[in-house]
Nanobody
Framework: QVQVIESGGGSVQAGGSLRLSCTVR???????????FAWFRQTPGKEREGVAA???????FYGAFVRGRFAIATEGAEKTLTLQMHNLKPDDTGMYYC?????????????????????WGQGTQVTVFS
């Protein structure tokens, strides 16, 4: 039993910042279990793309379009997933989804396929305007 809930989306002027948060809760928690948490986004007219991912080893992966603007992290006992976004651009507009994979750490290709992640939140909308 897993719950994935995103928050923190909104509308922001280009160049501004947003901080997304994702709570991933499972009924049977194992502190040392492997996991890979990620953010994907869906923009109109484009394929769903991987934004960032991190795992229990502390590995971090980012989409090439991030260009150093975003930072992914986990916080607290619940491993709350965050995405700190700076210098947002209109092209960053989209629905951002939190995704979770358990029993495996991230792979270098994790952001290339949504099928690796078995649990998804309902999304939080990010709108960046000029």
């Amino acid at each position: 039993q897993v719950q994935v809930i995103e928050s923190g989306g909104g509308s922001v002027q280009a160049g501004g910042s947003l901080r997304l948060s994702c709570t991933v809760r499972q009924s049977a928690y194992r502190a040392d279990a492997s996991y890979c948490f990620a953010w994907f986004r869906q923009t109109p007219g484009k394929e769903r793309e991987g934004v960032a991912a991190t795992d229990n080893w502390g590995n971090k992966f980012y989409g090439a379009f991030v260009r150093g603007r975003f930072a992914i992290a986990t916080e607290g006992a619940e491993k709350t997933l965050t995405l700190q976004m700076h210098n947002l651009k209109p092209d960053d507009t989209g629905m951002y989804y939190c995704a979770a994979l358990f029993e495996n750490a991230c792979y270098s290709w994790s952001l290339e396929s949504t099928e690796d992640f078995g649990y998804w939140g309902q999304g939080t909308q990010v709108t960046v305007f000029s």
